[in-house]
Structures are given as structure tokens and as C-alpha cells.
């Protein structure tokens, strides 16, 4: 229970991606009356991808956290909602369909479904990877348009989508992606206090290497 003489704070959660051991040790180092924000892409890439989804929501049910959709997810939902030759393919494409099979993939397809785009605080806005500038609208995919032509309108916005070696900032855009399923880290920041706190990710060579992963997933 928060005490009454503390204010809460949020800690926005970088790309967890099937890294259930990191998740579990990174919110241990959290405070325990302090909201979490996983910020999308909870699921695919990581060896443990039911046991992450299971944790994550176990703490979405608590009242401790807000699960963001991320691109992964939206993909999922989107291919199990197709029943043509195309979403077949896309499943097999699938890290977490793998690990999971389709009867346990279509218990998750509401939930993650209803997963909301954005959570935000006096100040600042979480959400997967950005808007677009066009029309502001949220983008779940987005990376170097955003980060051109972001304005301040939304306040600072923190976002995953893109990994990088560590938590960094670009004007009032927060990426906290740190690579947690390329030998990098799980990390978390606190838009109240700039603080961040990280753990390791999957060890080195179990995804191949962090840079080899970081140059495939640059625009």
C-alpha cells in the first residue's frame, strides 16, 4: 500500500519480449507502490514468451500495471483475425504463436485486442513507438518521422520500438528500449524523477549479437 506521505510514480518499462526472468527481476527492483507501464512488445522474440504474457498480466489484474499495445501485439491480433492464406503464413511467422499454439493464442487475441495505445501523467505520455506527424494519430511502427517532427505537444513522450545500449533522449522523446532480448538490458524510467533502474536481458549469443540486432532494427 502506498504510504500517504509518498507520491506515486510511474516507471515506463522498455520492450520486454519474452524476457519473463528479466521482467520479474526488474520489477523486484521497483518500488512496490509505484505504477508500471509496459510499454508493448511484451511478446515475441524471448525463449519464455508465455510465462512474460503471464506475468504481465498478472500485474495488469493487481492494479500495478498498464500493458501498452505495441506493434508485435497489434500484428498478432491482426493475423488472428484473418482467415485467408496470408494470416497463416504471418502465424508461422510468429514467435509467440510458436510457443504458445493457436487454442492458447486465441485465449489472449481479446486481451491483447484491448490493449490501450497510450497512459500518461501532468507532463508526460507513454506509448509504443510514437504519432504520426500528419495527424498526430497514434503509430505503432513509427520511428525517424516522429522523432523529426515531434513538437512537445504531447508533453515528453516515452517510447520502446527501437533498441539501443541504453535509456536516451531526443528533445522531449524518451526512448527507454534497451535491447533486453540481444544480451541487453531490461530497463525501466521514472517520468516524475529521470531516474532509471535496469537489469540484464537474455545473455550474449542467445539472440545473436546486440549490434547485429540494434543495425536491423534502424530505419
Keep these: 500500500m502506498t504510504s500517504p506521505s509518498r507520491t506515486c510514480h510511474h516507471w515506463v518499462i522498455g520492450d520486454v519480449h519474452g524476457c519473463a526472468d528479466s521482467l520479474e527481476r526488474l520489477v523486484a527492483r521497483l518500488p512496490s507502490g ?14 519464455q514468451i508465455r510465462r512474460t ?3 504481465a498480466w498478472g500485474l495488469v489484474e493487481s492494479g500495478r500495471a498498464v500493458w501498452l499495445k505495441g506493434n508485435h501485439e497489434a500484428d498478432l491480433v491482426a493475423a488472428l483475425n484473418q482467415g485467408d492464406w496470408f494470416a497463416h503464413r504471418a502465424l508461422a511467422g510468429s514467435d509467440t504463436y510458436r510457443q504458445l499454439g493457436d487454442r492458447h493464442c486465441r485465449i489472449w487475441q481479446e486481451r491483447l485486442a484491448q490493449l490501450p495505445c497510450t497512459y500518461g501523467g501532468p507532463g ?3 506509448t509504443h513507438a510514437g504519432f ?4 498526430w494519430q497514434v503509430d505503432l511502427s513509427i520511428r525517424m518521422a516522429f522523432w523529426q517532427a515531434y513538437d512537445g505537444r504531447f508533453g515528453e513522450v516515452v517510447i520502446g520500438h527501437t533498441p539501443g545500449p541504453y535509456v536516451r533522449r531526443l528533445g522531449q522523446i524518451v526512448m527507454v528500449d534497451t535491447g533486453a532480448c540481444y544480451g541487453g538490458e531490461l530497463s525501466a524510467y521514472c517520468p516524475e524523477t529521470g531516474a532509471v533502474r535496469s537489469v540484464p536481458g537474455l545473455q550474449q549469443g542467445q539472440f545473436g549479437s546486440f549490434s547485429q540486432q540494434l543495425q536491423s532494427c534502424l530505419p
Design 53 to 55: 504474457m503471464e506475468l
Design 34 to 47: 509505484d505504477r508500471l507501464v509496459l510499454c508493448g512488445d511484451v511478446i515475441n522474440r524471448g525463449p
Design 124 to 126: 508526460w505520455l507513454a
Design 132 to 135: 504520426d506527424p500528419a495527424t
